[in-house]
């Protein structure tokens, strides 16, 4: 869903859904998880028009939500 800052940035909010073989202690476990994620400025323009569903590979970084969160947000940088 694209939005606008007050300060007329474009926001590009959305769930990711992650799977993937990882290796733990010696043997393989299947990881699995959902995180709100965010697109903000010029990549977001790239991020709205992505198909529903397609695997993408994300660089970004975690983040609060907000300043007195305990919920993280993965902000989206590359894809």
Not at 34 to 53: D, K, P, Q
């Amino acid at each position: 869903m694209l939005r606008y800052t007050p300060a007329g940035i474009p926001i590009v909010s959305a769930r990711l859904l992650h799977s993937s073989q990882q290796t733990e202690a010696g043997i393989e476990r299947l990881v699995e998880f959902e995180i709100a994620a965010l697109a903000a400025g010029e990549i977001s323009g790239r991020f709205n028009r992505l198909e529903l569903g397609s695997a993408l590979c994300f660089t970004g970084f975690l983040a609060r939500k907000s300043r007195n969160s305990k919920s993280l947000v993965f902000h989206i940088i590359d894809f």
